[in-house]
């Protein structure tokens, strides 16, 4: 064949295959038109997903008591209905760190979201910042700093896990000043790791392992296939590239492992805030005193947070601790929440109980796991769609008005 016809026939397939892409498609946003909850969109995640990628997100540690409770103590708090209150001009919009936000809602560092749907994180991003929310990047992403800061108009957040390797990590903090960040999430919650037996007991690890059972859970899910296919990479992309020594996949999860730093303590927590020139928000806060603590070291934003249950199991439900936390916070800094919030419903329980604003992690990752960037929109959406409806129906036309007024008195 001449070269001529090769390159006409190479066009002709990529054509082929940009089809069978937008055909593949077609599929998942046809089926979001049925959406109406977060639940719908878990269901599709789940559909599209081999298991053990679905299974890293949607479980908890251990006996999964935390992950339970995060979502059984939502309904002990009811709202107070109020009638004939005019709520025509209510709106969702607010601020979140000095910055003009449409929802009170900003998406958690989730790590591996590139392996749900290829390219993910800049895909979530994409959306995050289309719907008028803040996203935050995990040091444990697929796709990096940089890859994500090349796709998208305007900053977003990173998340920093403190690693044995403090030059690594001061280099993780260079890199997040360059591509210009908006804020570090310094996540405290995982100096050692709690253990999720379903990631044990499905060979969950990056690539996943090839046992049959994966091989063939892996065919069934062609939509899935050529998504991650066509995502730039499939390992830790913050990581792989950057770290002396490490070039295979095997080595960077064996560097990996042996990272997590159970020696972090509040003196890393004055480092870093001597490193780094911009917002600081200290995540994975649970008790009283800690929340003072943080305060101390002069962090802009505190996170109300077990994890999402995939951490300390046995822990009280992040939403039981919220307003305790809140009152011994004060006014003295920002109070953000999360750990178990699927509805709108539950961000203006949180808001209600102190909270200025909510992270959704599973929430938008079914969004994202179901169709890709519009499936993170349709989370964002249904989410605060929700809250707006709730609002009007508890007379409330601003979510600076949100208090504890809008709950019945337990
Ligand atoms: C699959 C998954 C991966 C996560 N990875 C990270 C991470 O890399 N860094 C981090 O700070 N938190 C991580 N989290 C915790 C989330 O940031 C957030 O605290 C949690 O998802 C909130 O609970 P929710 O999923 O019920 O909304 C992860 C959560 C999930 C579900």
Aim: aromatic share 6%.
């Amino acid at each position: 064949m001449i070269a001529r016809d090769k390159a006409a026939a190479g066009r002709q397939r990529s054509r082929q295959l940009n089809r069978q892409d937008a055909r593949r498609e077609q599929g998942p946003l046809r089926a979001m038109k049925r959406v109406t909850t977060i639940d719908d969109l878990r269901e599709l995640h789940r559909r599209n997903t081999p298991r053990a990628f679905f299974d890293y997100v949607d479980r908890g540690s251990y006996a999964e008591e935390t992950l339970r409770a995060n979502r059984a103590d939502f309904e002990h708090y009811k709202f107070r209905q109020k009638i004939l209150v005019d709520v025509d001009a209510r709106s969702t919009a607010t601020t979140i760190l000095g910055e003009p936000a449409a929802a009170p809602l900003i998406l958690a560092p989730v790590g591996l979201t590139g392996m749900q749907w290829g390219d993910g994180e800049i895909h979530a991003c994409r959306a995050a910042q289309k719907m008028g929310v803040p996203f935050t990047l995990s040091t444990m992403s697929i796709c990096s700093l940089e890859d994500v800061a090349a796709h998208v108009d305007k900053p977003f957040w990173f998340q920093l896990y403190v690693m044995r390797d403090r030059g690594f990590v001061k280099a993780l903090i260079e890199r997040a000043i360059a591509v210009k960040c908006s804020a570090l999430v310094l996540t405290v919650d995982l100096q050692v790791i709690g253990q999720r037996h379903q990631d044990i007991k499905n060979g969950m690890t990056v690539p996943p392992e090839l046992r049959l059972k994966n091989l063939i859970d892996i065919a069934l899910r062609p939509a899935w296939i050529a998504s991650v296919m066509r995502g730039k990479r499939r390992t830790f992309g913050n990581l792989m590239g950057h770290l002396k020594g490490v070039d295979s996949v095997k080595s960077l999860s064996q560097w990996t492992n042996s990272q997590f730093d159970p020696t972090l303590s509040w003196k890393d927590v004055d480092w870093i805030r001597s490193i780094w020139p911009g917002k600081l928000i200290i995540k994975g806060i649970l008790e009283e005193g800690d929340a003072g603590m943080a305060i101390k070291t002069g962090a802009d934003a505190i996170v109300v947070s077990n994890h999402g249950g995939r951490q300390l199991d046995g822990a009280p439900s992040a939403i039981s601790m919220l307003a305790r936390i809140a009152q011994a916070v004060g006014g003295d800094t920002e109070l953000m929440f999360d750990s178990g919030i699927r509805s709108g419903q539950d961000v203006m329980r949180a808001l209600a109980l102190g909270a200025k604003s909510c992270m959704i992690g599973r929430a938008y990752i079914y969004g994202l796991g179901a169709a890709g960037e519009a499936g993170v929109a349709k989370a964002i959406d249904i989410i605060s769609k929700e809250l707006l409806t709730t609002m009007g129906l508890c007379g409330v036309n601003r979510v600076s008005d949100i208090g504890p007024q809008v709950l019945m008195d337990m």
